[in-house]
């Protein structure tokens, strides 16, 4: 898979994923609607919060209207998806999906009944909105985005991840560089830590960069018991520069210092992460390189997610012993 396929597919499945989720329940009260229940979105991008903690409070509330745009009806959003020249995207110099999907509903118009236009282009228009309110929001309060949500579970074999939970399975072993160029491979990593919690997270995924912090402060927990937080950002496999500049470029500014590695993306690691149906994924793996239980797929600020991921930290230091 080349890189800009890669990097479409990372947008566009954590988006499809994460959201068909929910799309099933929504499907059939919404029918007819591009939006679902969307009333109060000027209400909300007319919102101006007077300090950090009702600009998280708002920030989570425009990331769930931007849910339910996409879901009002999914089923016409997966056909622009399906539109898309794969082999020709790019998200936007200004990242915001609203623009990128406006894209992809004009050069398809004519896939598509003057009625659905209408309301993807609505749709659009909406999601362009929200996402030029929450880029400011992040902008004036940078804390924002770290607000704790109820995030999602769901099973790792739904999510197209790892096999049979029982079984350990290794993680592909790698030959490949930190962000600062320094050598990395895969057996001197996990067998120098009693257990390494391997995040998978791209650059313009907001769930992915709301939880760095987290992540960072998670990476300080386990240096104590010998462990390591790292991380791996789709865009810069193969060494992307431009990428790995907006990667160290968000990481300092969420004060995350914990390492961050790229490798080649027709690598066996590379194949794996290209195969990953949702950003962020987090796996935990032992000393021996073994994958511990399931993955946990979304963001690990929620309670549900946490108490996830400490179990299986737990269980990866318990077979370090």
């Not at 769901?154 to 790892?162: C, K, Q, T, V």
């Not at 907001?206 to 865009?235: R, S, T």
């Not at 032992?286 to 108490?307: H, L």
């Amino acid at each position: 898979m080349n890189k800009k396929i890669s990097k479409l597919l990372t947008v566009m499945l954590a988006i499809v994923l994460a959201l068909g989720l929910t799309a099933c329940s929504k499907k059939e009260e919404a029918k007819n609607s591009p939006t679902g229940e969307n009333s109060d979105i000027e209400a909300l991008l007319s919102a101006e919060p007077e300090n950090s903690r009702e600009a998280a409070e708002l920030y989570q509330k425009l990331m769930k209207k931007e849910e339910d745009v996409l879901t009002g009806n999914m089923e016409l959003w997966e056909k622009v998806f399906l539109l898309v020249d794969k082999d020709n995207i790019t998200v936007g110099d200004d990242n915001n999906y609203g623009s990128f999907l406006l894209k992809i509903i004009e050069d398809g118009k004519d896939k598509f009944s003057e009625a659905e236009l209408k309301l993807l282009k609505a749709g659009a228009e909406q999601i362009k909105g929200l996402e030029e309110k929450l880029m400011a929001l992040e902008e004036k309060y940078p804390d924002c985005t770290g607000a704790k949500g109820e995030g999602s579970s769901i099973d790792a074999d739904s999510a197209g991840m790892s096999g049979n939970g029982s079984e350990m399975q290794g993680f592909p072993e790698f030959q490949g560089k930190d962000l600062d160029g320094n050598d990395v491979n895969s057996s001197e990593l996990f067998s120098g830590n009693t257990v390494t919690v391997v995040n998978f997270w791209f650059t313009t995924c907001k769930p992915c960069v709301g939880e760095l912090g987290d992540l960072d402060a998670l990476n300080n927990d386990l240096a104590q018991k010998g462990g390591a937080v790292v991380g791996i950002n789709a865009f810069t496999l193969d060494g992307d520069q431009d990428a790995i500049r907006a990667a160290k470029e968000i990481l300092s500014k969420k004060g995350a210092s914990y390492k961050n590695i790229w490798f080649a993306s027709d690598s066996d690691a590379g194949k794996f992460t290209s195969g990953l149906y949702a950003f962020p994924t987090t796996y935990v793996v032992d000393k021996n390189g073994a994958i511990i239980g399931q993955p946990i797929v979304g963001a690990i600020t929620a309670a549900e997610q946490a108490e996830k991921l400490n179990a299986l930290i737990d269980q990866a230091l318990e077979s370090s012993k």
